[in-house]
């Protein structure tokens, strides 16, 4: 884990996203294609900005959800919707999206139809995750119902989870399809978040998710 500081939340953006690109056109100059798997949530939405803008050979690029909730695309809560309007426009419109959301399917039933297609993607080229104050990622979230099966080391590609509080049901990337990216950025901001993330290396990650996905991970930290 490597902990990388900004002066202001601007330069992160800057510096992620010059990250993110750099990294993709190297994993395109390997491989056919390169993924990137990023949350949703209004932190990355600047990155996404600059991010989209950059000139690769966005055709050639996958990219996919480290969780969405399990309504349609164009729901008001879906996730999908951000990367539409955030990620994918520009340059980046060119990119192939990998949806989770399978209609007339539950969330259970719709892993199991999704699983099968994401083998092809992995491991993942590129990870961008955030975390929460609770040391959630994904929807890794403490104490939700899946959350032992989806750290679990054999887990599905793809996972159902139903955090407590939340109606909506939700599915995630597993610990060990996030933990097994080639590349790994957490990008989280204040002085709450700091503190989520140095506890959270002393807990086991069925109380702070996060920890199970440190490893090898690059840490964008500005106040």
């Known amino acids: 884990m490597n ?3 900004y002066a202001d939340r601007e330069l992160l ?3 992620v996203a010059n990250m993110l690109a750099g990294e993709l056109k190297n994993a395109l100059l390997a491989q056919d294609f390169a993924s990137i798997a990023v949350p949703g949530g ?4 600047p990155i996404f900005d600059l991010l989209s803008a950059t000139d690769l050979d966005w ?3 996958h990219v996919m959800l480290t969780d969405e909730r399990w309504v349609p695309q164009d729901h008001a809560q879906s996730n999908a919707g951000l990367i539409r309007d955030r990620l994918m426009v520009g340059n980046a419109a060119a990119a192939h999206f990998i949806p989770f959301y399978q209609d ?6 719709g892993c199991t139809q999704v699983a099968d297609d994401l083998a092809a993607e992995l491991p993942i080229s590129v990870l961008m995750l955030g975390m929460g104050t609770d040391m959630h990622t994904a929807s890794l979230f403490p104490g939700s119902e899946g959350l032992e099966a989806a750290l679990a080391d054999d887990a599905a590609l793809l996972c159902p989870i139903k955090p407590a509080g939340h109606d909506i049901a939700r599915v995630t990337l597993p610990a060990h399809v996030l933990q097994g990216a080639m590349a790994k950025h957490l990008v989280i901001f204040g002085a ?3 503190a989520a993330l140095e506890a959270a290396q002393s807990l086991p990650p069925e109380q702070a998710p996060i920890a199970a996905v440190l490893a090898g991970a690059d840490i964008h930290w500005a106040e």
Do not use: H, N, Q
Not at 104 to 109: E, I, K, L, N, R
């Open 3 to 5: 902990i990388l500081e």
């Open 13 to 15: 953006a800057m510096s």
């Open 42 to 45: 209004t932190t990355p939405g």
């Open 59 to 61: 055709d050639r690029v």
């Open 104 to 109: 007339g399917f539950d969330a259970t039933a």
């Open 192 to 194: 709450d978040k700091r």
